[in-house]
């Protein structure tokens, strides 16, 4: 089917049409059950994960999907010690829906779980269950077999995505999950999420290097609604053009930049601080969750040492938009930041 003619999923439709489709399925527990990360000469981008027998059996029930839903590809994957990411591709139109695929691969996983909470517990060698369950069950009975611990509790999280293009994104976000894990174990102080961090009377959650707020000239960033406004109706962009040069060019110097970064004119110049290794503080409007693990874009800058990122408030897992009010909140408090 040409990419061009795909029916794209959104959140509150039944996903039977063709598409792509990101599926993470994640250990409960968060022990490193399917491998152990192995990092070569302390180097991230060398790093890889070292699959256990469980972890072999996880991806081959994964890679056996085609052949029960041949509509489905199983386009990349990436298995990590405690959680497996894939990127499904639905050829065509189904019946049942993308959905029961998962389930599906999710019930399997579960009779692999109860394989290994049987060799856990009498110490038996588990592979040859792993290839053949079937051979468990008959060794020990159905009724002690599903008396066994599944492991995977908690179904794999589906998430349709919206657009073709965002599939070279994906698939370098999954390629580079070793090397993240391996950074952050290797420079742990930087991604750790440290509490009550008091600036100028306000406290704070942070994650990255501290020690950016020592450097003497902070500066925010906030473009003015004015400037757009005039650049977008009247084509007089000047004035936002010589704010943006005005940042570039003070973070050069060596002042570092500290904003929300909320609209896209503050976004591109957020890019081109992230791109010439500036020092950034960036002001987030939601907390920090047990597992925070800063995105593609802000990740490399948080291992350099070159970006803390601060949040006042609490993390809501089911916050996704941001108000007018917290905008407002959040550029005084880049304000607050910068004044010495």
């Known amino acids: 089917m040409d990419h061009d003619t795909w029916q794209w999923q959104q959140p509150d439709t039944v996903w039977k049409g063709a598409g792509l489709y990101h599926v993470t399925m994640v250990v409960p527990s968060r022990q490193p059950l399917f491998g152990e990360l192995v990092i070569l000469d302390n180097d991230p981008l060398q790093a890889f994960v070292k699959r256990t027998d469980l972890g072999d059996a996880v991806v081959d029930r994964l890679l056996r999907i085609p052949k029960f839903y041949p509509e489905v590809q199983v386009l990349h994957f990436c298995l990590m010690p405690n959680h497996l990411h894939a990127i499904l591709y639905v050829r065509r139109a189904m019946k049942k829906g993308i959905s029961s695929v998962i389930t599906g691969f999710w019930r399997a996983a579960r009779t692999l779980g109860r394989a290994y909470s049987f060799a856990v517990s009498s110490l038996a060698d588990s592979s040859a269950y792993y290839t053949d369950p079937a051979l468990l069950r008959t060794q020990i009975g159905n009724d002690a077999f599903y008396a066994l611990s599944p492991v995977f509790t908690d179904q794999p999280f589906l998430r349709p995505m919206s657009q073709y293009r965002q599939l070279p994104t994906a698939i370098r976000y999954l390629d580079m999950n070793p090397a993240r894990l391996a950074t952050k174990r290797l420079k742990p102080g930087f991604f750790c999420v440290q509490h009550n961090v008091e600036i100028n009377g306000r406290t704070y959650d942070a994650v990255g290097n501290i020690g950016v707020l020592m450097e003497q000239f902070r500066q925010p960033v906030h473009v003015r609604s004015m400037w757009v406004k005039d650049a977008v109706e009247h ?40 791109h010439d290794n500036r020092y950034i503080i960036y002001l987030s409007d939601n907390g920090f969750g047990n597992y925070f693990k800063p995105s593609d874009l802000l990740f490399d800058a948080v291992a350099a040492g070159r970006l803390l990122i601060l949040s006042p408030w609490t993390h809501d897992p089911d916050k996704r938009t941001i108000t007018r009010a917290e905008c407002v909140a959040l550029n005084q408090m880049a304000e607050e930041i910068s004044a010495r």
């Open 235 to 274: 084509g007089y962009d000047q004035p936002l053009k010589d704010y943006k040069a005005a940042c570039l060019d003070a973070a050069s110097k060596g002042t570092v930049m500290v904003s929300p970064f909320i609209s896209r004119d503050e976004q591109e110049v957020l890019h081109a601080l992230l």
